[in-house]
């Protein structure tokens, strides 16, 4: 079983930013698409960007793109998500996710993390 745990949720002020971090247990890190996910409240999960096993290849929804940058490194079994402009809207419960190298929407991966909440105060 892969275990995943994110770390560095936390309030701040619109315009702020925040980096957070997702670790992942194993030795298969290298070999899996990596996504983040968050859930606002009152709303369904929303996927917000995927980052290929590599890290050469990303994707991101339309409206984080140019203020959130996913990235990884495999040598510490890790990915991020660098949070920059962060508005009010982006309040959530985040969560990293793993599957294998086709997954795509959420049900399409195999692990998740506990998910750190993310404020962002107006």
């Known amino acids: 079983q892969v275990q995943l745990v994110e770390s560095g949720g936390g309030l701040v002020q619109a315009g702020g930013s925040l980096k957070l971090s997702c670790v992942a247990s194993g030795r298969t890190f290298s070999s899996t698409t990596m996504g983040w996910f968050r859930r606002a409240p009152g709303k369904g999960r929303e996927s917000i960007g995927i980052i290929n096993w590599s890290g050469s290849s990303t994707y991101y929804i339309d409206s984080v793109k140019g203020r959130f940058t996913i990235s990884r490194d495999n040598a510490k079994n890790t990915v991020y998500l660098q949070m920059n402009s962060l508005k009010p809207e982006d309040t959530a419960v985040y969560y990293c996710?793993?599957?294998?190298?086709?997954?795509?929407?959420?049900?399409?991966?195999?692990?998740w993390g506990q998910g750190t909440q993310v404020t962002v105060s107006s």
């Open positions: 996710a793993s599957g294998g190298l086709r997954s795509r929407v959420a049900r399409e991966y195999d692990y």
